[in-house]
């Protein structure tokens, strides 16, 4: 017994250094063209749900079409309309309707500077965005029980 409460247990294996000698460090740097699209794509990084959307489709590109597609003006073509369809939200572009790649932008409506005739009850319909019925099919959730928790929410 008075062995085992004297035991203490070894957690860290001895420090070991490794050395990568000269000219072997594999450390690829980006070309003009990704540097460019880094440029224009602020969200690259920052935005975490949408830097993931694109490092998967990069995985899914390479899948598909091989490494040697990667870089290329039709891959940035690829990936920019791709995260733009995902994220319209993002780009402040309109709802996408049928599967439509054009989103249409929203202008805001003049707002009305006469009391309407009538008083009416706000519609209860709630328009979900594309964003929003991911969101709902990623947690299992019909797009109606979905709208019924925002509708929570919201009040």
Do not use: C
Not at 67 to 96: C, N
Not at 103 to 125: C, D, F, L, M, W
Not at 136 to 144: D, Q, R, V, Y
Request: hydrophobic share 30%; no cysteine.
């Amino acid at each position: 017994m008075q062995q085992l409460n004297n035991y203490r247990p070894t957690l860290q294996a001895p420090e070991t250094e490794v050395q990568i000698p000269q000219g072997q460090a594999n450390i690829q740097q980006p070309d003009r063209t990704t540097m460019a699209w880094q440029e224009r794509n602020q969200w690259y990084g920052t935005d975490p749900e949408m830097t993931a959307s694109a490092l998967g489709l990069h995985q899914k590109l390479v899948n598909e079409r091989g490494q040697q597609f990667v870089g290329s003006d039709e891959y940035w073509t690829a990936v920019d309309k791709t995260i733009r369809r995902r994220f319209p939200d993002y780009f402040g572009e309109g709802e996408v309707a049928n599967g439509d790649s054009r989103a249409v932008t929203r202008e805001p409506r003049a707002a009305s500077v006469v009391a309407p005739a009538s008083r009416s009850r706000s519609s209860k319909k709630i328009r979900l965005s594309t964003t929003q019925l991911a969101v709902a099919k990623k947690f299992g959730l019909t797009p109606e029980q979905y709208a019924r928790e925002v509708m929570k929410m919201e009040n």
